[in-house]
Structures are given as structure tokens and as C-alpha cells.
């Protein structure tokens, strides 16, 4: 007993020493160093772990509404080779959801539906490509099961939105979806019934061997400028066009940005200082191409009060405003509205006389695309953008009508109820054009235009309309 109370004693005088303090303290402060670095480290890495996850399940979201899509095409597709385009990207989509969902911090148990479903659906959609491929046209069966496939991608997709909502929210992060996966995600996701598939697994045996801006939107860059007319001008020339734009009264300084070469209309940059003395903002940028003295761009960001316009009559002011500034016979296609703001897009469509039976009608072009940007507090246009139309507008001959209106609905799918038609021309991924009947209808509670081609009956093109609270979109 004595031993062991000198040597506390003797510690005791140690610690009295300097030397030995300096080492106690010395190590302490490693040891609350390494504590912090480690918990540093273990936080970083379950950030970047959080960041993935995220990164992997908005994918997943993404691909899943692209399945969605792509299966209420394909149950009004009424060609074999639109059908076999339509259930490849099915198979594409379905395939890359699958692969997304495989990277979230789920057990496999617990995915197992929902990844069968996904799997089922790549598999089914492919076998039918193919079958469309060969040029045989799709049984009712094969309809009936897709119909019920994309009621289930409907459901999946409606599940994961709520989801999203969840984790973005903070009610669900990724910690409890990978330790209590089998309590929340299980029940949230994998409700699909493993019976609900039964039917569709006998198909695939016979086949065994064998994806807001608006429609059209991203076909709308060319490498010939056809819109864009004019000879080069100087930079106070395109200053003077800025100002006629926006209006001399509205000005109260403007000030020279340069000129943007590396870009795929050159053009003249402006600041403006608008004339008035607001808290909303007052300042504006503008640019002006270099060829032609064309507005390529206008954009006012200002704060928005409550609206008091109607989305009717902005369309209406926005027309009153594009003709003033010699865009006649623009008509309004899609938009969408954001925090007080709508976004219209306007398509050139001149009226032309009908050969066929005399009759004057709108042709849409489409490819002649302009934005528009109005505030609904007071009708007030806050921005402009003719890239669309600078590309492609020009004085077209359009091809004769060959295939009548009512000829080209006996190539539509029967379920489609028809709410109005008309004429269009659509651009193509490859810089091409096709004049076209297009036909809005709906199957269900789903929207399609249908397009088909007015010189040899021919479906060219389905678009799904999406009627959001925010405005009008097509995919």
C-alpha cells in the first residue's frame, strides 16, 4: 500500500516539473487534434456519400418519368417504325434507371420489386422493338400490357416524387433509408406487386432473340443562320437599334459591353439604366448581332408584386409587342409561369390557302421560335430571345398537300379523341423540316399532338403534353 501512495506522491512531483506539464499538454492537444481531423474526415465523407446519393436518386427520378413518357407514347403509336423508336428508348430509359437504382444505399430485399418492375419493363419494351423492327404491328395483348406498364410507371413515378419531397424536406435523409430500409423504403417504393407482372413474363419467351423550353425546342440550332438577313454593322449602329428596341423615354443611360465574338450569333453587349426610380431594379442588358442589327437577347430581372394579369392577356400583349417590332403572325404555342413571370414561347405561323380544298389556314412553324418573358403584375415584357428564330426563319414554299386531314386521322390510334388540328412544320434532330397534320388529342387523362407527315401519311413525331400548375410543357 505504501509503495503505490509513494508512487502517486512521486507522480505528483513530476507534474510539478515543467518539462513533464509541457508533455502532459502537448499531449492532450494531439489527441483533440486527431479526435477533430477524424470527426472532420467522417463528416466529409458522409457529405460526399450524401451528395452521391442525392446525385443518383435525382437521376433515378429523372429516367423513371423518361419511362413514363416514352410507354404513353408508344400506346398511341400507330406506324411499327415510330413504335420501334418509342420502345428503344423505353428500353434505354428502363435500363438506366435500373443502374441508378442500384447505387442507392438500399438493400437488395428491399429494391427487389421495384427493380423488377424496371427490368421487366426494359426487357418487354425491347422484345416489342424488335417485333416492331420486322414491321409487324403490335396484338391488343401487347397494347394491354403496356397500357398496365405505364399505369405502374405512373405510380412509381408518382411514389418517387413524394419521396424527393421527403428527403428534400428533411423528413428522410439517407442515413435512415440505408439502416431503416426495410420500415421506409420498402413501404414507400416497393408496393408494386410481384403477381402484377405474371402475365407479361409468358411474352418475353416469344421474342427471346431479340427521353421548359417547348416542343421542338432542341432542334432549333443550325449552321446556317437563315433569319439572321443584314449586312455586318458597327457598334454604335447596334447601339441606336438597342435603344429604337426598348424605347428612347424608357433610358436613362446605356453603356457598351463589348462585342461577343465566340459565340454562335457575334454580337454587340449593353447595360442599361432604365428611367425610372424603383426599388424593383432598373437595370437591363441587351445584345444586338453584329449581322443584320438583330435583338438576339433582352433580359430585366425586377422584383414581381402579386398578379393582376391573367395569362390570356399577356399572351395577347406579348403578340401586340412582337408585331410592333416586326414579328408579325406569331402565334403562342407553350408556357410557362415562375414567381409572377411567364415564359411564352410564340411560333411564326402565317395563313396560307389549302390547294386541296380552298380553305385558309395557320401553318405553326415551329422551327421559327421566339421567348418571350412578361411580369403578370403589370403586363411589363422583361426579356426576349429569337434565337429560334434567327436560325431558321425564312419565306418557305410549302410542299402541296397531299395527304387530306381525314386521311391522316385514319392513321391515328383509334383511342385518341381528337380536340384539334391543324398544320405545322416540325423540325428534325438532323436540320431538316416536315410538313405536317398535328393532331391534339388525349387516351385516359393523358394529352398527345401527334404529327403526321402531310405529303405521304407518314407518323413523324408524339409529343405527351403536361398540363403543370405553372403552365403548359411537352415532352
Not at 506539464?21 to 474526415?41: N, Q, S
Not at 427490368?119 to 425491347?126: A, H, I
Not at 441606336?240 to 433610358?251: H, L, M, N, P, S
Not at 428564330?389 to 386521311?407: D, F, G, M
Amino acid at each position: 500500500m505504501g509503495t503505490i501512495r509513494e508512487k502517486v506522491y512521486d507522480w505528483k512531483n513530476r507534474l510539478k516539473d515543467r518539462h513533464m506539464l509541457t508533455l502532459v499538454v502537448v499531449l492532450v492537444a494531439v489527441l483533440i487534434a486527431v479526435g477533430l481531423y477524424i470527426y472532420k474526415r467522417e463528416r466529409d465523407f458522409r457529405q460526399v456519400s450524401e451528395n452521391t446519393y442525392n446525385m443518383a436518386f435525382v437521376e433515378l427520378v429523372d429516367y423513371v418519368e423518361n419511362v413514363e413518357t416514352y410507354l404513353a407514347k408508344s400506346l398511341i403509336s400507330s406506324t411499327p417504325e415510330h413504335g420501334a423508336e418509342t420502345l428503344t428508348h423505353v428500353w434505354r430509359e428502363a435500363n438506366l434507371a435500373q443502374s441508378y437504382l442500384a447505387r442507392l444505399p438500399i438493400g437488395s430485399q428491399e429494391l427487389a420489386n421495384t427493380s423488377k418492375f424496371l427490368n421487366q419493363v426494359s426487357d418487354y419494351s425491347y422484345s416489342l422493338s424488335r417485333k416492331n423492327i420486322y414491321n409487324e404491328a403490335l396484338t391488343q395483348e401487347e397494347l394491354d400490357n403496356l397500357k398496365q406498364l405505364h399505369n405502374y410507371s405512373v405510380e412509381l413515378e408518382n411514389t418517387l416524387n413524394q419521396l424527393s419531397a421527403d428527403i428534400n424536406d428533411g423528413r428522410i435523409n439517407w442515413g435512415e433509408l440505408s439502416s431503416k430500409g426495410s420500415n421506409v423504403f420498402a413501404t414507400e417504393v416497393s408496393n408494386l406487386s410481384q403477381d402484377s407482372f405474371s402475365s407479361l413474363e409468358e411474352n418475353f419467351h416469344e421474342y427471346a432473340g431479340l427521353i421548359y423550353d417547348g416542343a421542338f425546342s432542341e432542334h432549333l440550332t443550325s449552321a446556317e443562320k437563315k433569319g439572321l438577313t443584314g449586312d455586318d454593322i458597327e457598334e454604335e449602329q447596334a447601339k441606336q437599334k438597342a435603344i429604337e428596341f426598348i424605347g428612347q423615354d424608357k433610358i436613362k443611360e446605356i453603356n457598351s459591353q463589348g462585342l461577343s465574338e465566340n459565340t454562335d450569333m457575334p454580337s454587340y453587349d449593353f447595360g442599361v439604366i432604365l428611367n425610372r426610380e424603383t426599388e424593383k431594379g432598373n437595370s437591363l442588358t441587351i445584345s444586338v448581332t453584329k449581322k443584320g442589327g438583330h435583338v438576339v437577347f433582352m433580359n430585366y430581372n425586377r422584383q414581381v408584386e402579386a398578379q393582376t394579369v391573367s395569362e390570356d392577356r399577356a399572351v395577347e400583349i406579348g403578340k401586340n409587342f412582337l408585331k410592333d417590332r416586326n414579328f408579325p403572325e406569331m402565334k403562342e404555342t407553350y408556357y410557362l409561369k415562375n414567381e409572377g413571370v411567364i415564359t411564352i414561347n410564340y411560333a411564326y405561323a402565317p395563313t396560307i390557302v389549302n390547294t386541296q380544298n380552298g380553305e385558309s389556314t395557320q401553318v405553326i412553324m415551329y422551327p421559327d421560335l421566339i421567348k418571350l418573358k412578361i411580369a403578370l403584375d403589370n403586363a411589363e415584357v422583361l426579356g426576349i430571345e429569337t434565337t429560334g428564330y434567327l436560325n431558321s426563319h425564312q419565306e418557305r414554299t410549302l410542299p402541296e398537300v397531299k395527304i387530306s386531314k381525314e386521311q391522316a386521322k385514319t392513321t391515328i390510334n383509334k383511342n385518341l379523341e381528337i380536340q384539334s388540328e391543324g398544320l405545322a412544320i416540325i423540325p428534325t434532330e438532323f436540320q431538316t423540316e416536315i410538313f405536317c397534320w398535328e393532331f391534339k388529342g388525349k387516351v385516359d387523362d393523358t394529352e398527345f399532338l401527334v404529327y403526321i407527315n402531310a405529303e405521304n401519311g407518314k407518323e413523324e413525331d408524339i409529343l405527351v403534353i403536361k398540363e403543370t400548375p405553372n403552365g403548359t410543357l411537352t415532352m
